[in-house]
């Protein structure tokens, strides 16, 4: 897909502005346990713990980096071999953005590529809570992605609409909130939000590009968009991430 293309070029110019690009450095990742990705929590209905999603995890010279994923592999391999694969594979997209953050990572052009873990999902809910308290009071909310501690803190505060693709959370209310879906309801929800909070997960499924055109204050979570986010100016909320 062009997305993915545009993102593996501008790795390949950033390696070669590093002087990194004629190497063949290795990068290594693998999908790590629910217990790996995110720890022991009290809330058991995040996507990680139910199965939905898996965490790929990308290694280069000694940095990590993540992305969520529902189509988990692994790889080993140098970038050039990386950058050479079918990016019309869901597999290989989140492969590409998991290694495009260890890389980013590794060269100091972003932090907060690795997971929170216990408790800290629900501190950094309330973080992401009083930062848009402060600058969105009163505006009309829209949640792309289901996160439940961000939903069950947030709902209180907002008036709300939540899109989904996950067909076991469709139609379902959460946390009094109606779960819609993703992409019969997108062009009207985001017509009708005042400000949207999107999962950075969107970065590694082929489903951001319709987000970075809406108009709307926009704000990405997560560590799977951190390198995407830098390389497009995107605003990224984040701040329990190691």
Known sequence: MEFYEEIGRTLQAVLKEQGLDSQSIE???KVLTAKEAIGETERKDYPLLTGKEYLMQAE???SIGQAFTCCPSSFSGSIQSLLVLDFDQPVNQALLIAATNAVYRHLGRVTGTIHCKNEEPEQCAGCIL???KEHHAGEKLLM???QPAMIEKLAPHFTMRILDLDVDNVGQKK???LVEHGIRELEDAVEWAGVILSTGSIAANGTLRPFLTTGKPTYFYGTTI???AEVKGLKRLCYQAK
């Open 226 to 228: 951190a390198a995407v």
């Open 175 to 177: 946390y009094g909130v």
């Open 144 to 146: 792309v992605g289901f």
């Open 130 to 132: 009083e930062y848009l």
């Open 60 to 62: 280069f010279m000694g």
């Open 27 to 29: 990068v290594n990742s």
